[in-house]
C-alpha cells in the first residue's frame, strides 16, 4: 500500500517545506483540517474590498493576516474557544494588515460576515490538489472540520472534487462537528475519524492530523494520542515538539 513516510530524528526539509519524519513509520491516513488547510480567506476579494478604501495589499500580505490571526487566537488566554476567536481572529487579522486607524472599523465591517467570519472563503488550489493526490496514491484521506451548519462543509468538499468514497469520491469519510456532536479540540471527533477509516485497532503511528491551529488542532490531537503536523505556511511557529508543513506538499514529497 502507497504510504507516506516520516521519520522523527531530524527535520527533513524538502525545497520549502519542512516536516518531522519519524523512522520506519510510514504514514497510511492522512486527516486534514479543512479551514486554513483546504480553504483560505479570498485573497483576491479581501483585495478588492481593501482597494475601495484606498488601500493596497499584496496576496503574501493577505495569506500572511490569516496565518498570524490563528496564532493570535492559539495564544489567547480566554478559555471559551468561541469567544476567543471572536475576541482574536479580526483584530489580529486587521494588525497584520497594517490599517490605519481611522480604517479599521470600516474594513471590519466589510471583510467579516457577522463581525468575526471572513465574508468569502476559497480553495487552497495547492492543498486541494495534494489531497487528491494523497488519495489516489493509496493513502486514506479524512477531512475533519469544526462547522456551525450540517451539510455546508461537504458541500464545499463536493464542489472541489472531495467527495467521500461512498458517494463515488477519493475522500475516505468527513466528519464535520456540526454533524458528530462533538468539536475540536475534544479527541473524541479524532476518534470518530479513525473510526471512519476503520482505524481503531491499528497503529496510530501511521496517522496524522494536519491542521494550521495549534489550540484546535494540535490539541485534539494531542488528546488523541495522534501525531500533529502544523500546518505553516509563514515557517513562524517556533515549537519544536511537533512536526510542520510549510505546503501540504510536503506530504506528498513523501510519498511512497
Not at 132 to 139: E, K, T, V
Not at 204 to 223: P, T, Y
Amino acid at each position: 500500500m502507497p504510504a507516506v513516510e516520516f521519520s522523527t530524528k531530524q527535520p527533513v526539509k524538502t525545497g520549502a517545506d519542512q516536516v518531522t519524519r519519524r523512522s520506519g513509520s510510514l504514514l497510511w491516513l492522512v486527516m486534514l483540517d479543512l479551514s486554513g488547510v483546504l480553504r483560505v480567506p479570498d485573497a483576491s476579494w479581501i483585495r478588492v474590498q481593501l482597494a475601495r478604501v484606498g488601500l493596497t495589499r499584496s496576496e503574501l500580505a493577505v495569506r500572511r493576516a490569516h496565518y498570524r490571526a490563528i496564532s493570535a487566537f492559539d495564544q489567547a488566554v480566554v478559555t471559551d474557544h468561541k469567544t476567543a476567536y471572536r475576541e482574536t481572529y479580526p483584530a489580529a487579522f486587521l494588525d497584520a494588515l497594517s490599517l490605519p486607524s481611522q480604517l479599521r472599523s470600516a474594513v471590519r465591517t466589510v471583510l467579516f460576515d457577522g463581525g468575526f467570519n471572513i465574508g468569502r472563503q476559497t480553495a487552497d488550489a495547492a492543498s486541494v490538489a495534494v489531497a487528491h493526490a494523497l488519495a489516489a496514491a493509496g493513502a486514506m484521506v479524512v477531512v475533519v472540520t469544526n462547522a456551525a451548519t450540517p451539510g455546508a462543509s461537504r458541500a464545499w468538499l463536493a464542489g472541489v472534487g472531495l467527495v467521500p468514497r461512498d458517494h463515488g469520491g477519493p475522500v475516505t469519510a468527513v466528519i464535520d462537528s456540526s454533524e458528530v456532536g462533538v468539536a475540536k479540540p475534544d479527541p473524541a471527533i479524532l476518534h470518530l475519524a479513525l473510526a471512519a477509516a476503520g482505524w481503531n485497532d491499528h497503529d496510530l503511528q501511521r496517522v496524522a492530523f494536519v491542521g494550521d491551529s495549534l489550540r484546535l488542532d494540535g490539541e485534539a490531537a494531542r488528546r488523541a494520542g495522534l501525531r500533529f503536523l502544523h500546518f505553516d505556511p509563514l515557517r513562524e511557529c517556533p515549537e519544536p515538539a511537533h512536526g510542520h508543513l510549510q505546503r501540504l506538499a510536503g506530504l506528498l514529497e513523501l510519498t511512497r
